[in-house]
């Protein structure tokens, strides 16, 4: 047995980042595919695993099945077990944290958002589509200001705030931008890319069971 399960589908950037993660670092790990489109997060098995009726779900058969959801928390417990990806001073991590949030509440939450609506509800040019849409775009312009002078997003390296970030960003035809639009988040997805172990989500990721 693997030591570590993620629940997981190859559409999810938040799954990405786990799996990501769970990449860079090595581990022993398998992907569980959970078939999102056809409601297996809204049922009660499910949700009796994750309350939230989200994917990824993280189990970690090394510490007794230790079960965890989003992605925040996962990439915080496996940095723990691996010691990767995390600063080694105070004032570092909180940077690091701070992006982390920002990615959490303004990033991926609009641009992931916006690609489900857009995308695979096929609403666009609706006006909810569209606020949605301009939060992402504002949120790109804030990541790409950052980056302009920064070749991470804290602490000079590769951090848990790049991994976050970078979840949903491997598809930018899926929310309508072009990087060579974005020249720094363009560069800095390309160091990501140059880490060693780095994979593609669909390489990574499930499509189906």
């Known amino acids: ?5 993620l ?4 559409e999810s950037g938040n799954a990405y980042k786990a799996a990501l993660m769970l990449q860079l670092c090595e581990a022993s790990w398998e992907a569980e595919w959970v078939d999102f489109f056809n409601g297996a997060t809204r049922q009660d098995a499910y949700r009796e695993e994750n309350v939230m009726g989200e994917v990824p779900v993280l ?6 099945d230790l079960t965890l959801s989003q992605s925040g ?5 496996l940095s723990d077990r691996f010691g990767k990806f995390v600063p080694d001073n105070r004032s570092d991590e909180l940077e690091m944290m701070r992006w982390m949030f920002f990615d959490n509440h303004k990033l991926t939450s609009y641009v992931a958002t916006y690609r489900f609506m857009s995308k695979f509800m096929k609403k666009e040019g609706e006006p909810e589509t569209e606020f949605l849409k301009a939060r992402a775009m504002g949120a790109l312009k804030v990541l790409e200001t950052h980056l302009s002078t920064h070749d991470w997003a ?3 390296q590769a ?13 930018p035809d899926h929310f309508g931008v072009t990087w060579d639009d974005y020249p720094a988040i363009n560069a800095w997805l390309k160091r990501i890319q140059e880490l060693p172990h780095w994979a593609s989500p669909e390489a990574l990721l499930p499509a189906s069971a």
């Open 1 to 5: 047995m693997a030591d570590f399960t």
């Open 7 to 10: 629940k997981c589908f190859v």
């Open 59 to 64: 189990v970690d058969h090394t510490q007794n």
């Open 73 to 77: 928390a996962i990439l915080l417990h």
């Open 154 to 156: 804290a602490a000079g």
């Open 159 to 171: 951090t848990l705030a790049d991994i976050s970030m970078c979840g949903y960003l491997f598809w």
